[in-house]
């Protein structure tokens, strides 16, 4: 079973208003494709975003998510944040810890 049929259906973005209307806002921002994991109690979700009118790269936030759909997180808990662009954000649960990856996209003119 996709993780994302566990969820009651609804759409699930980093964006200020939800997709269809009733879906789930995790962020503020604009942001990439989300990514689930759930660890037996709540859902994980993992992105990548960018902060209103910042002038660097995406970085990596997670948050997580209820079974009922509500987000338990006010502010999305950042993952990667620096200079250059954090992104391809993926989640995962092994039954003990909750992983976040990403890659790394560094400009070699920031030293």
């Known amino acids: 079973m996709n993780v994302r049929d566990r969820l009651p259906r609804t759409?699930?973005?980093p964006i200020s208003?939800?997709?269809?209307?009733?879906?789930v806002r995790i962020a503020q921002e604009r942001g990439g494709a989300v990514r689930l994991a759930f660890d037996g109690t709540q859902y994980w979700a993992a992105w990548e975003g960018r902060e209103p009118?910042?002038?660097t790269g995406g970085d990596v936030y997670a948050a997580r998510i209820a079974t009922?759909?509500?987000?338990?997180d006010a502010q999305p808990i950042v993952i990667a944040?620096?200079?250059?662009?954090?992104?391809?954000?993926?989640?995962?649960y092994d039954g003990e810890h909750v992983l976040v990856a990403w890659h790394d996209q560094v400009d070699p003119?920031?030293?």
């Open 53 to 55: 009118g910042g002038t």
């Open 68 to 72: 009922d759909a509500t987000v338990i």
């Open 11 to 13: 759409a699930i973005a």
């Open 17 to 23: 208003e939800p997709v269809d209307g009733c879906g």
């Open 81 to 92: 944040q620096a200079p250059g662009t954090q992104g391809g954000a993926a989640v995962a």
């Open 109 to 111: 003119d920031d030293g």
